[in-house]
C-alpha cells in the first residue's frame, strides 16, 4: 500500500497482489495433504484422505483466491476508511467461504463412496471468517500485513 497525503482528504492507492502459482499451489496444495490426512484420521477414515484433502483444497487453494478477489477487485473499489476494509474483507470472507462450503460438500459427496460426515453449507462462512483471522493472526505475530494492522 502507497499513500498520498496533501491539503486533500486522506487517499490510499492499493498495490495489487500477486504471488507466482508455483507457490500458491505448493502452499496450498502441502495444507490441503496435511489437513486431509488429519481430518481423515480424526474421522476414523484414513482411506478417506483422498476426499479429505480434496475438501481442504476448496478452502486452501480456494480462499487464496477469495482473498485476491478481495484485495484486488474489492478493495480498490472501497472507501479507505479503515472500518469500510474490515468490513468489505470479513463480508468477502463469508460469502465466499459459503461457496467454498457448498462446492467442498458437492465435489467430496459426489466423489465418495463411504459415507462423510461434513459440517453444513451454511457454516462455510463463519468457519473460513474464523480461519482467515487466524491466518493473518499468524501473520501479525510475524510482522507481515495482515487484516489487524491494515497492511495486507
Not at 502441502?30 to 476414523?44: D, F, K, P, S
Not at 459459503?98 to 463463519?126: C, D, E, F, Y
Not at 482467515?132 to 507481515?144: I, K, Y
Amino acid at each position: 500500500m502507497s499513500a498520498t497525503h496533501s491539503d486533500q482528504p486522506h487517499t490510499v492507492t492499493w498495490q495489487p497482489f500477486r504471488e507466482g502459482i508455483h507457490i500458491t499451489l505448493i502452499r496450498t496444495g502441502l495444507l490441503g495433504i496435511v489437513a486431509g490426512v488429519i481430518l481423515a484420521w480424526a474421522q476414523g477414515q484414513p482411506g478417506a484422505w483422498p476426499q479429505w484433502t480434496l475438501f481442504v483444497l476448496w478452502f486452501s487453494f480456494g480462499g487464496h483466491w477469495v482473498e485476491l478477489f478481495f484485495l484486488n477487485l474489492i478493495r480498490p473499489r472501497l472507501p479507505a476508511a479503515r472500518t469500510t476494509q474490515i468490513i468489505g474483507r470479513l463480508l468477502t470472507w463469508l460469502i465466499g467461504g459459503t461457496l467454498l462450503m457448498a462446492g467442498a460438500r458437492i465435489t467430496v459427496l459426489a466423489l465418495s463412496t463411504q459415507p462423510m460426515h461434513l459440517p453444513p453449507w451454511w457454516l462455510g462462512g463463519p468457519i473460513f471468517v474464523g480461519l482467515e483471522l487466524l491466518v493473518h493472526a499468524m501473520l501479525s505475530f510475524r510482522g507481515l500485513g495482515n487484516v489487524y494492522n491494515g497492511r495486507g
